[in-house]
């Protein structure tokens, strides 16, 4: 058995899905919603929830997400990585990441992807019933001191390998961002991380272990696309266990 880890935005997806939705308001609207200041908002949800209700003024319901979620491309090769990684025996595949569930369930069903994953750790989301303006709610309250206030995603891996698997397994991790990093952080020798080449994540990463801040215990590859990830664990890490 082993687990895989996906974080979403820039990794499974080739885009940010939170700002990718910034289209639904008009033109002369946009520049004003990206200037907004965000130290007023606790976290990146809130501020997301400030930006549903604005939307919800010029009317936009759950078709108009749905059809802004579809345009968004999968990252390249990552379909392909995806089902993969979920033909192998005993492989086991969640999403940990801080966008918010009507997003990416919408992109992953599109996609047909949606039966894939065992398990999906992100914002809850859901239209109101009463005027369906799209709500998000935070995923949680978390003392991580280097993490967003509503989610450690080395909290959240931690806590599901205690709940799910009797032993220690090993973890494929597969992110982008700064708050990919933690969890990066804390994973065991004969795990991989797989930061995509250029973003915050393998910036960070390495930045850290050149100044002698951090090291990996994990293995540490870059990647590009879905397909060097594919063919980087065929060659070096699947044979390993």
Known sequence: MFLVVFDFDHTIIDANSDIHVSKLFPSDEKRLVAEKNCSQFQCWTDRMQDIFRQLHKYHINENDYIKNMQEIPLTDGFKHLIEYLYSLPNSHLIIVSDSNLVFIQTI???????????????????????????????????????????????????????????????????????????????????????????????????????????????????WNDGKQIEDYIKDNWLNKF
Do not use: W
């Not at 003392?143 to 967003?148: E, K, L, S, V």
């Open 108 to 222: 992953l069903k599109y996609n047909h992807l949606h039966h894939i994953f065992k398990d999906i750790f992100t914002n809850p989301a859901y239209f109101n019933k009463d005027d369906q303006c799209l709500i998000i709610e935070q995923y949680g309250q978390q003392t991580c001191p280097t993490c967003p206030s509503n989610m450690c995603k080395n909290e959240i891996i931690e806590k599901y390998c205690r709940t799910k698997f009797s032993q220690s397994i090993p973890i494929l991790f597969i992110g982008d961002g700064h708050n990919d990093v933690c969890a990066a952080n804390n994973l065991k020798k004969g795990d991989l991380v797989c930061a995509r080449s250029g973003y915050r994540m393998a910036k960070e990463l390495k930045q850290q272990e050149k100044l002698n801040i951090k090291k990996l215990q994990a293995d540490f590859f870059e």
